[in-house]
């Protein structure tokens, strides 16, 4: 009976292994279409920046993109898009790309298709009452997606952007902006797609390290395009 407790027990373990990492994946879902690095020979790198608008830091960011001549894309919430919607319309306005990164910011992993798609569809309206007219691309918050989630963005023909460059995910490496840009250009390849937290207070490394990354970016050869533009260059 001990034995089979056991075996019960590892293989629940196991299972929940299994599932945590399938859901934490950047390179692999269960449906449809996720993108975490485009094959290309041309020196392109998508940045992105997650979360937001808001309206503290998105007229800084701005000026500092325009300064390098530089296109991102902006994965919004529907309720920062519909509370600072001004800052919205600034990105737009501006050039770049707006992407769905659900309403709410909740993990999506466990929430029901009807959830999902009010979660998605609800920022949606908000990205197109901001102006942008282009293609929607999403990103779930914290990168995490399991079975629904793929399964509703297969079924509404919706990519899923990951990234292959998260600079912000080194430990305490992530407090220093030399050392997060400098982990940039060393991981950086053609293709590449950073992904980047810039719209709260919380975050001032993260813009610190910005200019650093666009100026050795540039520096490298390597031009920053939105994700549409990089997509297109398969």
Do not use: C
């Amino acid at each position: 009976m001990n034995k089979l407790v056991l075996r019960l027990l590892l293989v629940v373990v196991v299972v929940f292994f299994g599932l945590w990492k399938l859901s934490s994946s950047v390179s692999f879902q269960l449906f449809g279409e996720l993108i975490h690095k485009v094959d290309t020979e041309q020196k392109l790198v998508a940045l992105t920046f997650d979360d937001g608008p808001t309206p503290h830091y998105t007229a800084d960011i701005l000026q500092l993109l325009d300064l390098y001549q530089v296109k991102a894309t902006f994965f919004v919430t529907g309720t920062e898009t519909q509370r600072y919607i001004t800052q919205a319309k600034q990105i737009v306005a501006a050039g770049h790309q707006l992407g769905n990164h659900s309403w709410s910011h909740q993990r999506m992993i466990f929430m029901s298709l009807d959830e999902i798609q009010r979660e998605i569809e609800g920022t949606d309206q908000q990205i197109r009452e901001a102006g942008y007219q282009g293609e929607i691309l999403f990103r779930p918050p914290y990168g995490k997606k399991l079975v629904l989630l793929p399964w509703y963005l297969a079924n509404s023909n919706r990519t899923n952007i990951m990234w292959d460059i998260a600079p912000e995910t080194f430990g305490e490496d992530s407090e220093d902006p030399q050392t997060m840009a400098a982990e940039v250009l060393e991981q950086v390849e053609p293709g590449s797609i950073v992904l980047l937290h810039l719209m709260y207070k919380n975050r001032e490394a993260s813009r610190a390290a910005l200019p650093l990354i666009l100026k050795g970016l540039k520096d490298k050869g390597y031009r920053m395009v939105t994700l549409s533009e990089l997509l297109a260059a398969q």
